[in-house]
């Protein structure tokens, strides 16, 4: 069996175990599987007649059609292609094979965590899931800096605070009086986008290779979705080609109808998710590796990996990247820097519920509570967070913190070197990296 075959029936075995559907248009249908734009043909861990009924059981957990389960491990060597992952990454070797080596740690911790609920395996220590995607153990997260911060810019705004309570008090209200009604976010996001890209040409692509210059960064459709458990969800296609057969680099954004969220917050979830953010990590990477630029794992990506956590941090620095700063005191306007604020904070809290809930075992509406007073964040995202976040099995236990640890990898690296240099890096025009590797 070749890698690729190796590596696409890892990442598809895992997928479908979680209940995952890469194929699916829409975020509520995938999970681990983040994209399939190569032409390359499925692997047997999805074409096989025992992925499609564990697909449609939803894979393992509480609910899980435990026949469907066993007949498709039965038939599908997940396990075995994980070991395959590891054994091409020794092979491989440099920064490609620490790569891999990545991956197949991460995946190994998520077959793990499958046999755990599927009751055919022992639990898995919370600090093993941390560490697998972080390469650390697991922390809390100290948001009194930031806090202190969106207090004294709030001030400045005319929203005065004298303690915890009233600075919640201060960010609803300035959060109420910037709300982005539902039925314009397709408009907004199309002058947001249109600003971010003309941004990107100027600040980004510059550093960048020639070649990517004629690469779309921000072919994407917003789409409002009803009673989602996430506020928003980027879905890379990648599958459409043109007349002549190259890509159109096209992609869905899918937002939470219920989520609340201000004008200046939603810039930076528009360049978090779409330019120059996940929409134009996805493509850049897309046309590197249709021009042979990168291995076939740079075609299909993944959640709860190492290469993950540096997506999120990529997205989570992208609106510093579109305006060409390493700070956010650099940004030119005080409303979009509480804005990157509250969303930086509303990482810390990611972090904060996964620490909260799996760490110190505390109830979901203790750590509701912490989140709302302590990281200001929606009582919306408080609930979510908390609730079908936070307790998750594996998001919960291994992805919430990956975000804060890629922003802090990202950010440092930008502080730390010249545009031209760190730039192409991230955006893998020197081969795949992920927030380990990138480091090294």
């Not at 600040?203 to 009673?227: C, D, M, S, T």
């Not at 075609?299 to 990996?305: A, D, E």
Request: hydrophobic letters at 40%.
């Amino acid at each position: 069996m070749s890698y690729e075959s190796d590596l696409a029936n890892a990442i598809i075995g895992i997928d479908t175990l979680w209940g995952g559907d890469v194929m699916n248009p829409s975020g509520t249908g995938r999970f681990i599987a983040d994209s399939w734009f190569s032409d390359e043909p499925l692997p047997a861990a999805y074409t096989d007649r025992a992925a499609a009924r564990l697909r449609e059981s939803g894979g393992v957990g509480p609910k899980e059609d435990r026949n469907a389960v066993d007949d498709y491990l039965s038939r599908v060597d997940v396990l075995g292609a994980i070991k395959a992952v590891a054994a091409e990454a020794k092979r491989a070797g440099g920064k490609r094979g620490a790569y891999l080596e990545g991956l197949a740690i991460c995946f190994r911790v998520m077959w793990d965590l499958a046999m755990e609920l599927h009751g055919a395996g022992d639990p898995v220590p919370y600090d093993r899931c941390v560490e697998a995607i972080t390469g650390r153990p697991p922390e809390s997260s100290q948001p009194e800096e930031k806090r202190r911060s969106v207090s004294e810019l709030l001030a400045e705004a005319g929203y005065r605070s004298n303690d915890v309570d009233t600075l919640l008090d201060a960010v609803d209200r300035w959060r109420k009086a910037r709300l982005v009604e539902p039925k314009a976010i397709p408009t907004v996001a199309r002058e947001l986008i249109s600003r971010f890209d003309a941004l990107s040409s100027r600040n980004l692509a510059p550093y960048l290779p020639k070649e990517l210059g004629h690469v779309p960064r921000a072919n994407v459709a917003f789409l409002p979705i009803e009673n989602a458990w996430f506020s928003g969800s980027m879905n890379y296609m990648g599958r459409a080609r043109n007349a002549d057969r190259t890509p159109q680099y096209e992609a869905t954004y899918e937002l939470n109808a219920a989520l609340q969220i201000s004008l200046p917050e939603f810039e930076q979830l528009v360049a978090h998710e779409v330019v120059p953010g996940h929409v134009t990590t996805f493509a850049y990477l897309q046309n590197l590796y249709g021009r042979g630029k990168v291995g076939f794992e740079a075609s299909v990506l993944t959640m709860n990996t190492r290469a993950a956590a540096l997506f999120e941090g990529i997205a989570n620095n992208a609106i510093l990247i579109a305006y060409g700063v390493t700070d956010l005191d650099q940004l030119p306007d005080r409303d979009l820097k509480i804005g990157l604020l509250l969303a930086l904070l509303q990482d810390d809290a990611k972090n904060q519920s996964s620490y909260l809930t799996w760490k110190e075992g505390r109830p979901q509406q203790e750590v509701a509570t912490e989140l709302r007073r302590d990281y200001l964040v929606s009582e919306e995202r408080a609930d979510k967070l908390s609730g079908a976040w936070g307790r998750h099995p594996l998001l919960g236990r291994m992805y919430l913190p990956a975000y804060r640890f890629g922003t802090d990898v990202v950010a440092d690296l930008r502080r730390r070197h010249a545009a031209a240099d760190v730039l192409p890096l991230l955006y893998a025009c020197e081969g795949v990296v992920d927030a380990i590797t990138v480091q090294a």
